[in-house]
């Protein structure tokens, strides 16, 4: 049951009893999440106002400068996941492997592990552009009271049980599935308490805006390079525009409100596009599923890709059912 106003703690309480292997562990984890986003967005909140923004001069696994708000929120999640023993296992994008918890218990019976992008275009940071937490679910594939192993995460994106993200935005809003249907609840900040602000949330099948960093046009794909162009030269009443924030949760949030696309095709400086599938492309892709919408490579459905590596990207075509069903028409036509 949907209500409007309901706060998001009722709303995992109301639902709890729906989701079909229900046994609380999976609210508790919901709940986790919220509680490590509110710590999160009171630190983004500050970033103007204190001296946290810079470089700490370390770099992650794919050799891009971290950004101390990426560590601040790095920690906090994995924090607040191991510390309140909730999880059996953790993989972040700010990490270089995977992090099992209380492996050595056997008494230790928790299911689930998480994905996580803690802080996900943090570039935009220090000019106060929107940034996101992105993070993916899954129910362990070894026996529970065994410490997690590679194959726990190496799950293809249809396992996913549940999946969102936080966008500190204008307002800061958690968007949440838990495979049925998606639901946006938007932070009160004067109270700390998220509200049902968005419920089943869903792209139309049509949408008019497309998201893509066209400084990369000349490296794409020529199927990409003709579908930019359709959506430029569309004849007569011509319905697209070009909006593109660079920031994933972003450009995919205002995308679901307003029907759109989101490309990262691959190029010659992305061989395999930029994103990371386990961290950024599955969770969003089950998230545009649940929302009516669509997500693929340009031939496969992302949430069928089998993934061989905990870091791997992956071209990322996600949005409006009809505008990702023309991008792989051109894809099949025009190829690389
Ligand atoms: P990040 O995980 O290092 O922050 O990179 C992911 C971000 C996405 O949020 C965004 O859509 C994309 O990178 C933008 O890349 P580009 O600057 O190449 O357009
Ligand atoms: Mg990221």
């Not at 992305?270 to 386990?278: F, S, T, V």
């Amino acid at each position: 049951m949907t209500r409007k106003n309901q706060t998001l703690g009722e709303f995992i309480i109301e639902n709890q009893a729906s989701f079909k292997y229900s046994s609380g562990e999976l609210s508790r984890l919901i709940n986790s999440i919220r509680l490590a986003a509110k710590v999160v967005n009171h630190e983004v909140n500050k970033a103007g106002l204190v001296d946290i923004i810079g470089a700490v001069g370390e770099t992650n696994i794919q050799g891009e400068n971290q950004q101390k708000l990426d560590v601040y929120a790095n920690e906090k999640f994995i924090q607040t996941l191991t510390k309140r023993n909730i999880v059996c296992g953790i993989a972040s994008e700010e990490e270089d492997d995977f992090i099992a918890i209380n492996s050595q218990d056997e008494n230790h019976q928790n299911k689930y592990v998480v994905l996580i992008d803690p802080l996900d275009g943090s570039s935009n940071i220090d000019v106060n552009v929107s940034v996101g937490t992105i993070f993916s679910v899954y129910r362990r594939v070894t026996p529970v009271g065994t410490p997690v192993q590679l194959k726990d995460f190496l799950q293809k994106g249809s396992e996913q049980v549940a999946a969102g993200y936080v966008v500190y935005g204008t307002s800061t809003m958690l968007v949440y599935t838990t495979g049925a249907g998606v639901n946006g609840f938007t932070l009160n900040p004067a109270i700390g308490s998220f509200y049902l602000s968005h419920p089943n949330m869903s792209f139309s099948e049509e949408g008019s805006i497309y998201s893509v960093n066209e400084g990369n046009y000349q490296d794409f794909p020529l199927g990409i390079k003709k579908y930019i162009k359709y959506c430029q030269e569309e004849e007569g009443d011509r319905p697209y525009t070009s909006r593109y924030i660079g920031s994933l949760v972003s450009d995919f949030h205002r995308n679901m409100i307003k029907g759109g696309i989101y490309m990262y095709p691959k190029g010659s400086r992305n061989p395999n596009g930029k994103l990371r599938l386990l961290y950024e492309c599955n969770p969003m892709a089950f998230l545009a599923e649940q929302a009516n919408g669509k997500a693929s490579d340009g031939y496969t459905r992302t949430l069928d890709v089998i993934p061989t590596a905990l870091h791997q990207r992956v071209p990322f075509i996600c949005g409006s059912k009809k505008m990702v069903e023309k991008v792989e028409e051109f894809m099949q036509e025009f190829g690389e």
